[in-house]
């Protein structure tokens, strides 16, 4: 409900945006007028002008339109004429929209009869909403790469995996601080894989948060969180504003960023969606970073061909092995 609420507190946001622009517009229209009476003759003028020219381009009369289109064009000059000798900018009188791609509206109509779509400035302020509602901005301040501790991660040699987790780290950092520096260079994706508390999401928030300072879009969910936007978009639509928009925007920002995969509740309806977004965004060319608690194997009894095909794949595997870092914390066990 509150990523509900936080859509509807967004376009109330555009729309005090909208109204502001207006007041200045008007405001600035009066003091003009008053400066300059003949300017706001010319501007009622041409407003009678236009609605004539509508009026009788719905009756079909074309040669009186032309006629009153003449008149216009010549008003129209002459206000520009007006507007210059006074040394008045004609875009002084306009809008000043903080968008000019959606006037502050949050959507581009193209043309009449194709559905409007979502502007970029919208998709942009709601994921910056959605990241204060999951507390996601005072998480990056002290998980990002700068704060990355390697001494958490011990130095014994592992039996079944041939070298450290601090030795394994090290390389799985390195990946990610290559992720992020030829990010929208080079296409790739990202699947940490491993037990609970060896540094996935750690790992995840520093990737989000270096592209995100870089002046990307960033999406972060957790998996579970995502199906249940799924299931709300397919089974209430009388409810369903917010998924929709979330639902676009999984397809659309530059990084998607899935934690927890293997940790929902999955259903026929989630396991296609998911597949479907994580296919879309394969052919849209846009990079994925998931974590999971799964093995590649685990991943295989859980979720169909054709999605672990895109894993395997498309993606670059790092593991995570090792002790729980999270109890290291708690407790400060932590070797130089």
Known sequence: MKYKNAYREVMREFDAVRMRADEVREARRGE??????????????????????????????????????????????????????????????????????????GYIQVSPGIPATACACLKQRLIEEYYSLSNMREVLQYENFDTFDI??????????????????????????????????????????????????????????????????????????????FIENSRFNRDASVLPDEMLEMADEADLLVLDDLGAEVSTVVTSSALFDIINQRLLMRKSTVISTNLSPNGLAAQYSERMVSRFLGNYQLLKFFGEDIRVKKKYGSVRK
């Open 32 to 105: 003009i007028y008053t400066k300059v009476p003949q300017l706001a003759t010319l501007d009622k003028s041409l407003s009678e002008l236009g609605l004539s020219v509508a009026k009788l381009a719905l009756a079909g009369d074309v040669s009186a339109v032309d006629n009153l289109r003449q008149k216009s064009d010549a008003l129209k000059q002459e206000r520009l004429s007006l507007l210059a000798k006074k040394g008045i900018s004609e875009n002084y009188l306009l809008p000043a929209f903080l968008c000019k791609n959606c006037a502050d509206t």
């Open 151 to 228: 001494r958490l991660f011990g130095t014994e040699i592992s039996t079944d995996e041939g070298l450290s987790p601090r030795t394994n780290i090290e390389a799985n950092y390195k990946h990610a601080m290559n992720f992020v520096k030829t990010f929208g260079d080079t296409f790739s994706n990202l699947l940490l894989y491993g037990e609970t508390g060896l540094g996935k999401t750690f790992l995840s928030h520093c990737i989000a948060k270096d592209l995100l300072d870089a002046g990307n879009t960033v999406l972060y969910l957790t998996v579970p969180r995502l199906c249940k």
